[in-house]
Nanobody, 120 residues
Framework: QVQVVESGGGLVQAGGSLRLSCTAS????????MGWYRQAPGKQRELVAL???????NYADSVKGRFTISRDNAKNTVHLQMNSLKPEDTAVYYC??????????????WGKGTLVTVSS
């Protein structure tokens, strides 16, 4: 069984910064990618940023230049540094982890989410 736990959400004024963290634990053999997704009220969940085991990254156009994803492979941890936040960044942010478990099953697990609220 795999657990994915996010932290770091909160309330911030427009132009401010927040840092989200996510740690995966449990019966993990390998992690291929770790990513952050977000879902705003009334909208579909969307990819924010993704990082692979080789540290290749992919960002949504709306956050390029403002958000930075990083990863600590040894700790199965991913961070999302969010700068120059805008009210439209308000959403629940979810961490996603993909890879393989110790039992050779595919792994595609989600955290419960952390709320980010950006006030204008």
């Amino acid at each position: 069984q795999v657990q994915v736990v996010e932290s770091g959400g909160g309330l911030v004024q427009a132009g401010g910064s927040l840092r989200l963290s996510c740690t995966a634990s449990g019966s993990i053999r390998s992690i291929n990618s770790m990513g952050w997704y977000r879902q705003a009220p009334g909208k579909q969940r969307e990819l924010v940023a993704l990082i692979t085991s080789t540290r290749s990254t992919n960002y949504a156009d709306s956050v390029k230049g403002r958000f930075t994803i990083s990863r600590d492979n040894a700790k199965n941890t991913v961070h999302l540094q969010m700068n120059s936040l805008k009210p439209e960044d308000t959403a629940v942010y979810y961490c996603n982890v993909r890879g393989e478990t110790m039992y050779n099953y595919g792994m595609n697990d989600w955290g419960k989410g952390t709320l980010v609220t950006v006030s204008s």
